[in-house]
């Protein structure tokens, strides 16, 4: 409350906050604080371990990257929509390319038989705005050095300002209409892009002779601040 003038408020004495006093004389007690390390990290990291994922020399990450579009129908929007993924040439692997290698074609997923202890299923997917020295990215440590999916979905106008913190991460890159939206715009999209991507894999596989169930389905959506990881082992009972 604001206090209005009158001839009283002269003889009225202000007396000294006390709180105010007690609080300044108050210190806070503080200590020093180590992440675990299996903690994800942001681009202020480096160490030995990880270091391809913050190898940024701009010469050659350029000509090692490949910048692919992607076309399919998008129900939130109602039309067709494009989006580029930005692959380097060490994650080319991850991804189905036509026998010309030029279109790319689906993200390759696993079946869920698979049993490989060393890789992480589910593709993850970061959305990721105005954060590319401070998001935490590097999930080298947090995966515990194991093969996995890692990509970051990105603003067109942000791409090349992530591409030159996080050279060797894959980028999808969103559309110029969605530089103003929000993440829950890019997670509707990731989780319309899944759905598509399933299907294209298990045709792809069902060719192959693999049952369209035994295709992996699940995916991750991850926001760039989680810290750690916990791992979670599901035993198999026995009949």
């Given at each position: 409350m604001s206090p209005v003038y009158?001839?009283?408020?002269?003889?009225?004495?202000?007396?000294p906050n006390k709180e105010t006093k007690t609080d300044e004389s108050r210190k806070r007690n503080t200590v020093s604080m180590m992440l675990t390390k299996y903690a994800a990290y942001n681009t202020f990291h480096h160490c030995e371990q990880c270091?391809?994922?913050?190898?940024?020399?701009?010469?050659?990450?350029?000509?090692?990257?490949?910048?692919?579009?992607?076309t399919f129908s998008s129900s939130?929007?109602?039309?067709?929509?494009?989006?580029?993924?930005?692959?380097?040439?060490?994650?080319?692997?991850y991804?189905?390319?036509?026998?010309?290698?030029?279109?790319?074609?689906?993200?390759?997923?696993?079946?869920?038989?698979?049993?490989n202890v060393n890789a992480v299923k589910s593709p993850i997917f970061t959305p990721s705005s105005g954060r590319h020295e401070h998001g935490l990215l590097n999930l080298y440590h947090a995966m515990e050095g194991v093969n996995h999916l890692h990509l970051l979905v990105v603003k067109?106008?942000?791409?090349?300002?992530?591409r030159k913190y996080w050279p060797n991460h894959i980028m999808l890159v969103l559309p110029g209409m969605f530089n103003n939206a929000g993440v829950g715009a890019a997670r509707f999209l990731i989780k319309?892009?899944?759905y598509h991507n399933l299907e294209l894999e298990r045709?792809?596989?069902?060719?192959?002779?693999?049952?369209?169930?035994?295709?992996w389905p699940f995916i991750v959506v991850?926001?760039?601040?989680?810290?750690?990881?916990?791992?979670h082992s599901v035993q198999e009972q026995s009949r």
């Amino acid at each position: 409350m604001s206090p209005v003038y009158t001839e009283q408020l002269q003889r009225i004495k202000q007396e000294p906050n006390k709180e105010t006093k007690t609080d300044e004389s108050r210190k806070r007690n503080t200590v020093s604080m180590m992440l675990t390390k299996y903690a994800a990290y942001n681009t202020f990291h480096h160490c030995e371990q990880c270091h391809q994922y913050m190898d940024v020399n701009p010469s050659v990450q350029m000509s090692d990257s490949t910048l692919h579009a992607f076309t399919f129908s998008s129900s939130m929007l109602g039309e067709e929509i494009q989006l580029h993924f930005i692959i380097p040439k060490s994650k080319e692997s991850y991804f189905v390319f036509s026998k010309q290698g030029k279109h790319l074609e689906s993200m390759r997923l696993p079946l869920v038989s698979d049993k490989n202890v060393n890789a992480v299923k589910s593709p993850i997917f970061t959305p990721s705005s105005g954060r590319h020295e401070h998001g935490l990215l590097n999930l080298y440590h947090a995966m515990e050095g194991v093969n996995h999916l890692h990509l970051l979905v990105v603003k067109e106008y942000e791409m090349p300002l992530y591409r030159k913190y996080w050279p060797n991460h894959i980028m999808l890159v969103l559309p110029g209409m969605f530089n103003n939206a929000g993440v829950g715009a890019a997670r509707f999209l990731i989780k319309e892009l899944s759905y598509h991507n399933l299907e294209l894999e298990r045709n792809r596989l069902e060719e192959l002779g693999v049952k369209r169930q035994y295709v992996w389905p699940f995916i991750v959506v991850m926001d760039d601040s989680c810290v750690l990881w916990n791992s979670h082992s599901v035993q198999e009972q026995s009949r």
